[in-house]
């Protein structure tokens, strides 16, 4: 079955870094754009990157670029975000997701196919 499992989590200083990653498996991976969302206390499961399938185009949302980024391993079947120059308002629960798409990376959740169960990343002031 279809899975999708996240990695790497855990508490950090401000300013520090952390890589999480995720690991997929049950179906071609080579076919969908990845993503990386997050959902903070009492908010919104949000947007964070996404990479589409070859991993020549990404995305990012403003308040994470430059301090973050995607990448995939088509061979392993895996996505990693890696962050830098952590903030506090990053602490949330990363989720990993997967979308067949053909041409674009979308940055509403309802697009995605396939889900992770989250990773908590905590960024301590």
């Known amino acids: 079955q279809v899975q999708l499992v996240e990695s790497g989590g855990g508490l950090v200083p401000a300013g520090g870094s952390l890589r999480i990653s995720c690991a997929a498996s049950?179906?071609?991976?080579?076919?969908?754009?990845m993503a990386w969302f997050r959902q903070g206390p009492g908010k919104e499961r949000e947007f964070v990157a996404g990479?589409?399938?070859?991993?020549?185009?990404?995305l990012y949302a403003d308040s994470v670029k430059g301090r973050f980024t995607i990448s995939r391993d088509s061979d392993k079947s895996m996505v990693s975000l890696q962050m830098v120059s952590l903030k506090p308002e990053d602490t949330a629960v990363y989720y990993c997701a997967a979308d067949r798409t053909i041409v674009a990376i979308f940055t509403r959740p309802m697009e995605y196919d396939y889900w992770g169960q989250g990773t908590q990343v905590t960024v301590s002031s």
């Open positions: 049950g179906f071609t991976f080579s076919d969908y754009a």
């Open positions: 990479i589409n399938r070859s991993g020549a185009g990404t």
